[in-house]
């Protein structure tokens, strides 16, 4: 496959990596800065923030822990987690919160807030370093719908089950990750990193500053470390380990892994499997998807096992990944 004419379409401005999977081959590239201050380039081993992107590491976090025996799409909320829930309904199961169907109350709703950055106005960002931070954020507002009756995508499920991780292990949420799905998998450059604390080879993620005509970066408008929400680095070669090791059933069994990439929930517009999105291609089979955006950090990554393509598309600033995506799709057709 000749990648030139794919070269052509990606804009001068882009700044991040794109990494390509097929068959035998793979295309990689990085572009813009890791650091624009000290020009420091992106490379393909840069670590970039990929958001919401890591809610998939988290489903399949959870799906071990069934396949232990250790809970059940049945086990509810109420029976797990010991502190005041206040208004949110105790009946919550495990696979409402994976498939976002369980109605709890959504510390960063779309439909209310425009700009991520808007929770920070009255709870400092650094404040939140686990998942539990985050519990002041939504944990006494009322539910948003009963639970189970319609799907909507939602932050707060995916933060519970964060702290339901480490209520059953009795690990760190983290911890638990890199052990169990970040080691097997070799993504030896992935992590949870606090924001104030970072390793090496971490890139900067930016934001265009309209009004004064320049980019900032993000450390004041996203959580200083992930969450079950998201907010893992990694690079864009660690995100093509993950699809493979997932798909090839070594960190859940086959059964589980096609119940965690068939349809779970979906309204008129969408579907989603647990922690991974799904588009329904014109034979009727799907095309896996993981997405993920904050402000300065946008993430595309998916699978199109027809074609054997893998993808992976990271920027450190707000680029449209997604139109990217689109044409490394039409080229692979």
């Known amino acids: 496959m000749c990648y030139e004419e794919f070269e052509k379409l990606v804009d001068k401005n882009f700044s991040g990596v794109i990494y390509i999977s097929n068959d035998d081959e793979s295309y990689s590239k990085a572009y ?3 650091d624009k201050s000290n020009l420091i380039p992106n490379e393909i081993t840069t670590r970039f923030p990929i958001a919401s992107g890591s809610k998939g590491f988290v489903a399949v976090s959870i799906l ?9 799409f049945h086990t509810t909320i109420g029976q797990i987690l010991d502190f005041d829930l206040h208004e949110i309904d105790k009946n ?6 994976l498939n976002h169907t369980s109605g709890i109350p959504d510390y960063f709703d779309e439909d209310v807030m425009d700009e991520y950055d808007e929770l920070w106005v009255d ?18 507002k009322p539910m948003q719908y009963p639970k189970g009756s319609r799907f909507k995508y939602n932050n707060s499920g995916y933060v519970m089950l964060g702290i339901i991780i480490e209520k059953v292990t009795g690990e760190k949420f983290d911890d638990y990750i890199k052990e169990n799905i970040f080691k097997p998998c070799n993504m030896n450059d992935t ?11 971490c890139a900067n993620a930016y934001i265009y500053d309209e009004e004064r005509g320049d980019f900032k970066t993000n450390i004041y408008s996203v959580d200083v470390k992930g969450t079950g929400a998201g907010g893992a680095f990694t690079t864009g070669r660690d995100m093509i380990k993950f699809w493979n090791c997932l798909l090839t059933y070594k960190l859940i069994s086959k059964e589980l892994t096609q119940t965690m990439v068939s349809p779970q929930a979906q309204d008129d517009k969408e579907m989603y499997g647990y922690g991974v999105w799904l588009h329904r291609k014109d034979n009727g089979n799907y095309i896996y998807q993981l997405v993920g955006g904050d402000p300065g950090v946008s993430f595309n990554s998916f699978v199109d ?11 450190n600033e707000e680029n449209n990944v997604w139109k990217y995506g689109k044409s490394i799709s039409e080229m692979f057709k």
Do not use: C, H, W
């Open 191 to 201: 992590g949870y990193f606090e924001l104030d604390r970072l390793p090496a080879k």
């Open 123 to 140: 709870y400092p960002m650094y404040k939140i370093r686990s998942s539990y931070d985050i519990l002041p954020l939504f944990i006494e």
């Open 64 to 72: 071990q822990l069934i396949e232990k025996g250790l809970l059940s």
């Open 92 to 97: 919550i199961t495990i696979d409402q919160l």
């Open 305 to 315: 096992l027809e074609s054997n393509l893998r993808v992976a598309i990271i920027s």
């Open 32 to 34: 813009g800065y890791a």
